[in-house]
């Protein structure tokens, strides 16, 4: 729960694949009980280990097409080829309950999300390097060798949206850029203003 006596806040972690945002998500939801994650449904086949309504709502397609028509989804995004969305029942019933809702979600979908939620404070995850995002993104070994390389390929146009978000944390040593992720979440509570660096020279240097 929600122990400050705030409103409810709505969180919004994006990354281009393989940067760590659904291991720093996972580790900062043990640290912060009182964050719920919305639930996300996807076309996409599930990996390995992955369940559903645990990771995701796993849908055909032709399913995905008709909940987009009863105007189901908060908002909704095709990434890497496959649907993404997040339902608006899942996000309102959550803030409902006085529970901060985090959702990890794609660059698109955040943008959609600022229009009905301007409140909402988003948040961008960046590898350290190129180098090191192929490498995360092969060391997970839970996609193909063309669904890395398409992730990959699709990783400049997310990283070119990084200066859209509230805050920007780099992901080199994992248990500082989750330190920086608490801290952003608990000065987001407590609405104290908060200034991190824009980091613009590394998302140049990625973008090269
Ligand atoms: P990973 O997060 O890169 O491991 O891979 P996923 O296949 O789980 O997610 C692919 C992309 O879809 C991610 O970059 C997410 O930001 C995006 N995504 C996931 N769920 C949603 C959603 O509900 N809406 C939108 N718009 N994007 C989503
Ligand atoms: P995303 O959700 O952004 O696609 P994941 O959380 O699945 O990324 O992380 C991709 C891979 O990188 C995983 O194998 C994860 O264990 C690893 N990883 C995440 N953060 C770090 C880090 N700071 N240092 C080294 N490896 C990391
Ligand atoms: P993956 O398929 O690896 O789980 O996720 C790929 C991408 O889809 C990630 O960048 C993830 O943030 C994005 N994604 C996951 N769920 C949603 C969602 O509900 N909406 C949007 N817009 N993107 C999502």
């Known amino acids: 729960m929600n122990t400050s006596s705030q409103e409810p806040r709505l969180f919004i972690v994006a990354a281009p694949s393989g940067a760590g945002k659904s291991s720093l998500v996972n580790a900062l939801l043990l640290r912060e009980p009182g964050i719920s994650l919305s639930i996300s449904h996807t076309t996409r086949p599930p990996r390995v280990g992955e369940e559903y309504g645990r990771h995701y709502y796993f849908v055909e397609r032709q399913a995905f097409e008709q909940e987009i028509a009863d105007g189901i989804f908060l908002e909704h995004a095709v990434v890497h080829g496959n649907l ?3 339902s608006c029942r899942t996000v309102d019933a959550l803030l409902a309950q006085g ?11 955040a943008a959609q999300v600022r229009r009905n939620h301007p409140d909402c404070v988003s948040i961008f995850i960046l590898p350290p390097s190129r180098p090191e995002l192929e490498r995360r993104l092969r060391g997970r070994a839970s996609d193909s060798e063309e669904v890395i390389a398409k992730r990959l ?16 944390v780099v992901n080199d040593h994992f248990d500082e850029a989750l330190e920086q992720l608490q801290t952003i979440v608990q000065a987001a509570r407590g609405r104290q ?16």
């Open 99 to 109: 529970r901060d809702v985090l959702l990890e979600i794609d660059w698109q979908g």
């Open 153 to 168: 390929f699709n990783s400049r146009e997310e990283i070119s949206h990084a200066p859209e978000f509230d805050h920007v």
């Open 193 to 208: 203003p908060l200034q991190l660096p824009r980091h613009e020279t590394l998302i140049e240097d990625l973008l090269a």
């Open 84 to 86: 993404y969305g997040t």
